[in-house]
């Protein structure tokens, strides 16, 4: 079992973190105003703007600043400020930090890696969502939903897609943010996936680079024991509608000879009005019913 936050309530305060690339304005005034708009209060951590060139700030500083929003009683909720690179320069650092009680984690693309350590090394329910400095700044986010998620108003949540192949599967969910995910394979931080339904989404990355990506997870034999995939809308990897057929009958391909049920095109990630999506608690994908992904149970408590 994996262990729920507690739900957000109208007032909480909301730590923001930067473990990624540096921040920038006015991405940070705006993303701190539309946490306000929503009714919470943002703390950031020391020094957000701070810049080492390729990361916000040192691995040392990000596992201190993790180590503290957890242990700071009056901070219910993490928020990852922005994407880029630095989340895995700081795994070998989390070791040290013992979760007592979880909170809401809320990222992707690059934090990818922070999330999928919470969930298999803490046990924790996480949440891949917009960031609050990049997408959530840019109002590119379904901010309903994502209230509805955070303080276990919606009692079921349906995440868009489209049917590539028909079937039913129910399992948590893992996975998102693909070149962070195979850049696991082989270390000690890959994420579990034996059993579960695996997402995977990307921005930028051209067809040629995404098909080898594709033929390392099934060489590594991560397809072979999933329960479903769902694929994102890879925003900025095809230049036309053929080459995102080819994409996707590229995908089948991997697949043959496992019968498992695969949904694209859900809005996750880097997508372009994105939904919040819980990792660690049960999913539904059955295509006779939905078109899309299906939790049936609240992320939080």
Not at 74 to 99: D, M, Q
Not at 119 to 135: E, I, K, N, Q
Not at 226 to 237: D, M, N, T
Request: hydrophobic letters at 40%; one cysteine or more; proline letters at 6%.
């Amino acid at each position: 079992m994996y262990r729920k936050p507690k739900k957000l309530e109208y007032g909480d305060h909301i730590g923001i973190i930067v473990p990624s690339s540096p921040i920038r304005e006015p991405f940070r005034s705006d993303g701190l105003a539309r946490i306000r708009q929503m009714g919470f209060v943002p703390v950031e951590v020391p020094r957000p703007l701070a810049n080492n060139y390729i990361v916000a700030k040192s691995p040392e500083e990000n596992a201190l600043d993790i180590e503290a929003m957890f242990f700071d009683p009056s901070i219910k909720a993490i928020w990852a400020a922005r994407g880029g690179y630095g989340s895995n320069l700081t795994l070998p650092l989390l070791s040290r930090i013992k979760v007592a009680e979880s909170k809401i984690v809320i990222g992707s693309s690059d934090v990818s890696y922070l999330l999928w350590y919470l969930l298999d090394h803490c046990r924790m329910v996480v949440f891949y969502g917009p960031m609050a400095y990049s997408t959530l700044a840019e109002d590119r986010v379904d901010t309903a939903r994502l209230f509805g998620v955070l303080t276990g108003e919606n009692h079921e949540l349906l995440v868009p897609g489209t049917v590539l192949r028909g079937g039913d599967a129910r399992a948590s969910v893992t996975g998102g943010c693909l070149s962070n995910f195979v850049s696991l394979l082989g270390t000690p931080y890959r994420p579990v996936t034996e059993g579960r339904i695996l997402l995977l989404e990307d921005t930028g990355e051209r067809i040629h680079r995404l098909d080898r990506m594709l033929w390392q997870c099934s060489v590594a034999g991560v397809l072979d024991n999933i329960k479903g995939l769902i694929l994102g809308q890879f925003p900025g990897c095809f230049r036309d509608k053929h080459e995102r057929d080819y994409f996707l009958s590229r995908v089948e391909m991997y697949l043959e000879g496992i019968d498992i049920p695969v949904i694209y095109d859900a809005p996750l990630g880097h997508a372009g009005r994105v939904h919040t999506c819980p990792l660690g608690i049960p999913a539904v994908i059955d295509t006779r019913r939905y078109e899309g992904l299906v939790f049936e149970e609240t992320a939080v408590i």
